[in-house]
């Protein structure tokens, strides 16, 4: 049942400001505490290695800056697929942490039983809280997304983000490099996130008026700087698996090593830069772009639109973000793009080529 929706796709993104209040419901509360299970405890924990495929991956490598710079944890990520073979050292203090939609990706539950029995805690963030990730794990946090039927992932995607970046938040907490006050102003800003989301998918006819444009492209490129790195990368992916255009993110700063030669006017570049502090050096890429007739799509806020949207091809307006959690926001419009440039282009949305909801052979 898509509920009046043309696609589950459609469905499930729309469906983000619910699921994302009710994540939020159940694992903080309304005092502006936590409520995460009890041996969620970073006090002796030295390091967290998070390991994932596809978009979950991309949640994991968020999570990394969040793990890194609110909580000072040492944080690191890979790909599954990579990390069972490399067979990597672990430290028995650190916890690994697997990120699932399914709880059933066969890299993912190989890795986390490479895992088990070397790390203090294996803990996963699974929307299926009966799946083998789940039940193979000291400690699994349901995301609470409700049944993902898209194959493209969206709403376990930005719910994932969620529960890590409560998670980061306890670490920070546990570490004492937050304080009560400070904790309660973080949860209130991922409070604001439905009614924010709500506005970013009000942003639906404009972003189809865009995409009609891009499903003419062959190749475009995402860029992102920070925690916004792991979305552009995610944004591309979203937009080849369901419209089969070529795309790849890259970090902003990584542009003149060597992807600034595919620039010319047929290569849309969508830029996904919040107005925060490395927001000039995105701007400074961006710039370099447009000097090369690149098409750019500046997706910001009103101050970052005002700023540098003098020149781009076409601007996306969101909401004001604290910057730390925009990564969350952001991808509603990536999915959005993703979502109309596949419809302009006819391809099977739920259903894309080649690819199944759950990976269970490597
Ligand atoms: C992309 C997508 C895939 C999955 C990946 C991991 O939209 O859905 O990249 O994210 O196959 O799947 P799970 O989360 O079930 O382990």
């Not at 990579?82 to 430290?91: A, H, Q, T, V």
């Not at 370099?288 to 639109?305: C, N, T, Y």
């Not at 005002?306 to 020149?311: F, V």
């Not at 993703?338 to 490597?362: C, F, M, W």
Request: one cysteine or more.
């Amino acid at each position: 049942e898509k509920a009046g929706y043309k696609h589950f796709m459609a469905k499930e993104i729309a469906e983000q400001p619910v699921v994302i209040a009710d994540a939020l419901k159940h694992y903080t509360t309304a005092e502006g505490t936590l409520r995460l299970p009890e041996g969620v405890d970073f006090a002796n924990v030295d390091r967290i290695t998070m390991v994932a495929c596809g978009t979950a991956s991309y949640a994991c490598h968020v999570a990394k800056y969040w793990f890194e710079q609110i909580a000072g944890l040492p944080a690191e990520i890979d790909v599954a697929s990579e990390f069972r073979y490399r067979e990597p050292p672990l430290s028995p203090q650190s916890w690994a942490l697997f990120v699932s939609q399914s709880g059933e990706t066969a890299d993912t539950l190989a890795a986390l039983r490479y895992a088990s029995g070397k790390v203090a805690r294996v803990v996963s963030v699974v929307n299926v809280p009966t799946s083998s990730i789940a039940r193979e794990s000291d400690l699994s946090l349901p995301i609470l997304a409700g049944v993902e039927i898209g194959v493209a992932s969206t709403k376990a995607f930005t719910c994932q983000l969620t529960v890590l970046a409560l998670l980061a938040l306890k670490a920070a907490l546990d570490r004492g490099r937050i304080d009560a006050a400070t904790l309660a102003g973080h949860l209130q800003s991922l409070r604001n996130l439905p009614g924010l989301m709500n506005h970013a998918l009000s942003l639906s006819t404009p972003i189809a008026a865009i995409a009609d444009d891009l499903a003419k492209a062959q190749d475009i490129l995402f860029l992102g700087r920070g925690a916004m790195f792991p979305l552009a990368l995610e944004g591309a992916l979203k937009l080849k698996e369901i419209s089969y255009i070529h795309a790849e993110g890259y970090a902003s700063g990584e542009l003149k090593h060597g992807p600034i030669a595919l620039i010319d006017a047929a290569v849309p570049v969508i830029v996904m830069a919040p107005r925060d502090a490395l927001f000039e050096k995105t701007v400074s890429n961006m710039q370099e772009v447009m000097a090369r007739h690149g098409k750019v799509l500046l997706i910001s806020d009103a101050q970052g639109v005002a700023e540098a949207g003098a020149g781009a091809w076409r601007t996306l307006t969101l909401p004001d973000m604290p910057p730390v959690f925009a990564p969350i926001l952001y991808a509603l419009p990536a999915q959005l793009l993703a979502y109309h440039t596949a419809i302009a282009k006819g391809t099977d949305v739920d259903q894309p080529r080649n690819l199944a909801k759950s990976v269970t052979v490597e």
